[in-house]
Structure formats: C-alpha cells, structure tokens
C-alpha cells in the first residue's frame, strides 16, 4: 500500500543492500550506555527473583518436581483468562512458589514472571552490540534497547504497585510495556541480517508474557467493560479548579498562565549565549534525574536544529516553555529515508514521567515524498503538550504510550498524521490534513491498540477538523478520513467537534481489506459541521455512532485518561467531562 506504515521498500528508505554500514568508530561512544544497561538488567533479575521468597516463599512444598507436575487448579483457572494459556501455564507453573500460590498470588507472580524475562532479554540483547550493523539495522537494535529498558523500569514499578491499590497506574504501565515490545519488534522486521535472527531469539514470548500479564491483571481488577475502556469504580469530581484538571497543581497552574518571561526558569536556552546554555541538548544534560521537583527549562525564540532531542525516562518532571507557536521551534528533518525506524526519526521525543510542553512549535521538514518522518514522539507518563504546533506530513505526531493530554494545540498533517498507543485525550486542538502527495488519501488517525487488554486509545474531544488551504483547493481530487486501524483492536473517537467538508463521506478507512473491521472500536459523538454528517458512514462491525452521554463520558479526561487526579498539578486547562 502506498501509504501504509510498514510499506513499500522505497518507502521505507531504499533496499537493505544499499544502506551503509556504520563505522566502528559509530559504535563507541555507545560502549558506555550498553554497560549501564548491562547492569541494570542484572540488577533486575536478581531484585525479582528475590521478590518471590517475600510472596510465596513460605508456602513452597512440593516445589522439587514442580516442572513436571501438572499445573494447579489456580494456575489452570488463572492462565484461562488469558490470550496464550499455554505460554501462561508454563511459565508460571514453573517458577518458583507457584504451586503453592493462590489466585491473587498469582497476580504478582505473573509481574514478576514477565519482569524476569524482560530484564534476561534486556541483558542478552546487548551482547549484541558490537556486531556490524547497517544504518536501519543499528537504529531497529538501539531501539529494542531503550524499549527494553523502558520496559524493565514500567515492570519493576508495576510489581511494586499490583497490589497496592493503583490498579489505574499498573494497567497503564503493562499495555505500555507491550507496546514497547510492539515496536521493537516492528522495527526489526524491516531490517535484514544476523541481529533480526539474533535478537528475535532473544525476545521470544515476550509479547505473549506481558498480554498475558495485562488478562491476569485486568481480571483480577474487575475491568468489565466493553473493549477494555477503563471505567472509574468510583465517583469522581468532573471538573478541576476553574478549567484546570486536578493532577496540575496550584503552582503549576500559575506557570502555565504566566508568560516564559515571567516564570522563573532552572535553565535558560538562548542562542546568542545570553542564557544558561545556548543549545536544547545542553539543558537537558543538566536536568537532574529521578527528580520530584519541577525543572523549568525555558526555551527563548528561535529555530533550534538539533539531533536526538529526548528527554529519557530518567528525566522526570521536566517543563519545556518556549515564546510561543511560530517562535520558538524545534525542527528536524530525519524520515525513514534516512534508512531508520519510524520511532527513531523524532525531531523531538520525551520519555521522562511527567513532562510538560508549552508555547512550543515542533516540525519535521522532510516532507511527504520522505513518508514517515515524525515531529514529536511522546511516551512518558503524565504528559501535557499545551498551545504548541506539531507539523509535519506522515506520522507527524506519535503518541506512543501512556497517559497523555494535548490542549488547544495545532497538529498538521497528512497520512496516519497522529498515531500510536497511548491512552490519549485532545481536547480544544485545530487538526489540520495538508495536501498530500499524488495518489495518496489522508488518514488523521492509525491508532495501533494491539491487545484488548490494553487501556489504550484516541480521543478527539471538543476540537476542530480543517483542511489547510492548499488541500481545501484541491480537495476533489483527495479524500480524508478520521482514521484507519493500525492494530487489531484500533481504538479512537471523535466527540463534539467540528469537523469539515473535506472528510469523505465514509468517515473512516479500511487498513486492508476487512483486516480489524470487527474488533475494532471507531465512535462519533455530537459532532459538527459538514463533514460530520453520519448517513454515509462505514458500516462495519465495530464502528458506532455513540447516542448515550454514558458511553461518551468514558473517552473524556476524567475517565479516559484519569485525568482528575493528575492534570491540575500542571496547570493546563481542560474539561474533566464532556462539558461544562
């Protein structure tokens, strides 16, 4: 398909035989990384194991045959509910304690399983790191290790917290845990050569453990609601102080009303040295890491062209302010063509828990003949794009994993333009579809929920659909769709916008043939406008025209993404409901 994620050669950058290898001199300053990750994955293997003498280690009888013998009823009962019962039973039957565990022993054991495997994954893949790679193979391998390492951090914090009563933070970290997995894998499969082997081998079951991880953990917890949309078993506020949701606190609400001149700043960025530093690198080397406090990192007006921005996961509670949409921007131009992965092409990524962007324009200028070529990536946790741009053409913005908000922003593009698996919410933002290249159709939406476990999806709320001026010229000879499904369970609605006349009647656009047409979940919602008329819409399976406000309501901040708990403390504005 000319415009499908994992397409053609040409789209993805050229043949394997014509991508260069990389120096070994481009290997060594990574020496120091792959260490560190050596010894955080041993780390972890030995932590978890330990952690099982805590749960079950008292009870362990008959633990001397346990590979052999037949799995308990427990084991039986729990590893039913989940999507590769045979994976299940054998591992937990085979780990130490499990015999003897109970259902809810199970639940934590299960964690601890899946986290065992990852951190031994995590620590063999990188013996792998001195191997000749070419330029897409080294960026598919870096990939897998910083998803790994992700990973390990999501499952370790995951362990710690099954059983204490935040149920909404574990589901989140598993399905991004196996979203993670889902790129890794997805990156090695568009490369060739003895790392794909390698590293396949190495991550073997991997996916099947952490589904089956989420089923045990989902059931425990009593999601019982349609697809897997996580419904609050509890009353809560709907709406924050003023327009502000309750996880911003009263400080941080302040900042976001202030101007960047006004705000006190930890580092300042300006490029004629009158700042701290004059580069976006150098601030984030001074971040501290694992921190609780706020860092302010105030970023003054200009073009900044820098390569592998990231705020890493380490990096926690980092506020980006700049002065504003068109005058402060970060830009790249990197795209699949470049012979790397999707995930590495980011002008501009943020892992780090709790991040915050502000007045910021974030582009990717490679243009539509380069295919997927991303502005901003974002898979921390707690995060807020307020007021920023994010242009691009294909795979503009990718919202890959975890909790996340973007308010009253512009996002342009043209095919799959905002895509991923995070739990999402987009609230009072303009969506502008560009004109594309000849021949191709634009897609908003490629949501790419891969397990019906996973609380995960994309909500367009209270927002504006529109076409740039170029496409509303040539529209007749382009169609525009709200979405189409990237994964089998693809998830994403659109509730209370406008949205305009260049939206195909059909609304919505098959991946390939019937593929997820059934298991799908694409809602509308008191939409407007002249692209929002419904009596020509796709009739599949698994698309619904939304008429209750309770089904609705279950796509909004307070519900969708917990939003209540944890958006006042930044400060951005929202509506926890549907409305005011």
């Known amino acids: 398909m000319e415009y499908g994620r994992l397409g053609s050669s040409v789209e993805r950058g050229g043949s394997a035989s014509r991508r260069e290898m990389l120096p070994d001199g481009a290997r060594c300053g990574k020496g120091k990384k792959v260490k560190a990750l050596l010894m955080f994955a041993a780390v972890l293997i030995v932590a978890s194991a330990a952690s099982v003498a805590v749960l079950v280690g008292v009870r362990g009888k008959g633990e001397g045959d346990r590979i052999t013998a037949r799995p308990t009823q427990a084991i039986a009962r729990t590893c039913s509910r989940t999507r590769y019962p045979s994976v299940c039973v054998n591992e937990l039957r085979d780990f130490p304690g499990a015999l003897a565990a109970s259902d809810a022993d199970l639940v934590h054991i ?10 031994r994954a995590l620590y063999m893949a990188t013996d792998l790191s001195t191997l000749p790679m070419s330029a897409l193979e080294r960026s598919a391998y870096e990939d897998c290790l910083e998803l790994l390492d992700d990973s390990v951090e999501l499952l370790s914090r995951s362990l710690t917290s099954v059983s204490g009563g935040r149920a909404q933070d574990v589901h989140t970290w598993l399905s991004a845990a196996l979203t993670n997995q889902d790129t890794c894998t997805e990156g090695l499969l568009e490369t060739n050569g003895p790392v794909k082997s390698q590293m396949s081998a190495r991550l073997k079951n991997l996916s099947e453990l952490v589904s089956n991880c989420l089923a045990i953990f989902a059931a425990a917890h009593g999601d019982d609601d349609f697809a897997g949309v996580p419904i609050q078993n509890r009353r809560r506020r709907l709406l924050g102080h003023g327009d502000f949701p309750e996880w911003l606190s009263r400080k941080e609400r302040r900042l976001l009303d202030l101007p960047a001149p006004a705000i006190q700043a930890d580092i300042i960025v300006s490029q004629d040295g009158n700042g701290t530093v004059k580069t976006i690198a150098e601030a984030i080397k001074k971040v501290p890491e694992h921190s609780t406090r706020r860092t302010i990192i105030y970023v003054r007006a200009g073009k900044y062209v820098e390569q592998n921005l990231k705020i890493g996961r380490k990096k926690t509670n980092v506020m980006m302010i700049g002065d504003g949409k068109g005058k402060t921007v970060i830009a790249g131009g990197s795209s699949v063509a470049d012979n790397m992965t999707t995930f590495h092409t980011a002008a501009f990524a943020a892992t780090g828990a ?7 324009t974030f582009e990717n200028w490679a243009g539509p003949a380069k295919h997927q070529a991303v502005a901003l990536r974002i898979g921390a946790d707690h995060a807020v794009i307020y007021r920023c741009q994010i242009i691009g053409y294909q795979d503009t913005l990718y919202v890959h994993s975890q909790r996340q908000f973007y308010r009253e922003c512009e996002i342009y ?19 502008y579809a560009r004109k594309p290249m000849a021949g191709q159709k634009n897609t908003i939406t490629a949501q790419n929920r891969k397990d019906p476990n996973q609380n995960t999806g994309i909500s367009i709320h209270a927002s504006r659909i529109l076409a740039t001026s170029d496409l509303d010229s040539s529209q007749a000879n382009f169609s525009t769709y709200l979405g189409r499904p990237w994964k089998m369970y693809s998830r994403t609605v659109v509730m209370m ?11 919505w656009l098959e991946w390939n043939a019937t ?66």
């Open 515 to 580: 593929f997820a047409l059934d298991t799908l979940y694409y809602g509308e919602y008191m939409n407007s406008g002249p692209g929002a008329a419904l009596a020509r819409r796709v009739s599949w399976p698994g698309y619904r025209v939304i008429t209750l406000p309770v089904e609705a309501s279950k796509f909004t901040v307070a519900q969708f993404i917990f939003g209540s708990s944890w958006l006042p403390s930044t400060g951005v504005a929202f509506l926890a409901g549907l409305s005011t």
């Open 497 to 507: 916008s406008y949205i305009g006349d260049h939206v195909h009647p059909r609304g």
């Open 413 to 431: 593009g043209t095919v799959d333009f905002i895509f991923g698996n995070a739990a999402v919410v987009l609230q009072n933002c303009t969506i």
């Open 110 to 119: 299960s964690v601890n399983v899946t986290l065992q495997r990852f951190g």
């Open 354 to 360: 709790g991040f915050i962007a502000k007045d910021i």
